[in-house]
T-cell receptor, first 112, second 113 residues
Framework: GQQVMQIPQYQHVQEGEDFTTYCNSS?????IQWYKQRPGGHPVFLIQ?????EVKKQKRLTFQFGEAKKNSSLHITATQTTDVGTYFC????????????FGKGTKLSVKP | ETGVTQSPTHLIKTRGQQVTLRCSSQ?????VSWYQQALGQGPQFIFQ???????GRGNFPPRFSGLQFPNYSSELNVNALELDDSALYLC????????????FGPGTRLTVT
């Protein structure tokens, strides 16, 4: 079945440093979504990418979808302590109503 | 907040027992998906309900079952609980269609002893 590999599993950064997480698939994706889960919380939708080579920005967050639509990245510039959490990529599982297949996530910790 | 609510928040059960978890979807959403999230893992798709019918199922045994009601709220039932069923159970509602954003509830933390 559909799988997505996400790296790294953990990232520890000093506040102000940049952070990047990568999501890779062996098959071409129709779209990819990114979610953030704060410690003790639930996943919260960040963004969806659909087009080949698409780049979207949300303040300090930059999301990219690869040209071949097989990989994606999330980059955070100048991390803050509020960025702490686990970032998941998720792809459509193929069901008619769009269930999601999640990566294992990248857990970000930020040292003040 | 998403408007998706789940109950109860926490639950402790004994191996072999049965449990029912509940979810109220966001207004206007007719699709509800259930996910199991073990500690340190990503959410795993259990099944999805659309207009009161099961509309897709992940790799979970039949002892995981569900219902969706006319008001689109949903239940997840798990029979013959096993220790490995201990996890956070997440409900997500969404409008119909593929590739749409899912709105997650706060989850139910189930502990099986």
């Amino acid at each position: 079945g559909q799988q997505v590999m996400q790296i790294p599993q953990y990232q520890h950064v000093q506040e102000g440093e940049d952070f990047t997480t990568y999501c890779n698939s062996s098959t071409t994706l129709s779209n990819i979504q990114w979610y953030k889960q704060r410690p003790g919380g639930h996943p919260v939708f960040l963004i969806q990418l659909v087009k080949s080579g698409e780049v979207k920005k949300q303040k300090r967050l930059t999301f990219q979808f690869g040209e071949a639509k097989k990989n994606s990245s999330l980059h955070i510039t100048a991390t803050q302590t509020t960025d702490v959490g686990t970032y998941f990529c998720a792809v459509s599982g193929g069901g008619s109503q769009g269930n999601l297949i999640f990566g294992k996530g990248t857990k970000l910790s930020v040292k003040p | 907040e998403t408007g998706v609510t789940q109950s109860p928040t926490h639950l402790i059960k004994t191996r072999g027992q049965q449990v029912t978890l509940r979810c109220s979807s966001q207004s206007g959403h007719n699709t509800v998906s259930w996910y199991q999230q073990a500690l340190g893992q990503g959410p795993q798709f259990i099944f999805q309900y659309y207009r009161e019918e099961e509309n897709g199922r992940g790799n979970f045994p039949p002892r995981f079952s569900g219902l969706q009601f006319p008001n689109y709220s949903s239940e997840l039932n798990v029979n013959a609980l096993e220790l490995d069923d201990s996890a956070l159970y997440l409900c997500a509602s969404s409008p119909p269609g593929q590739g749409v954003e899912q709105y997650f509830g706060p989850g139910t933390r189930l502990t099986v002893t």
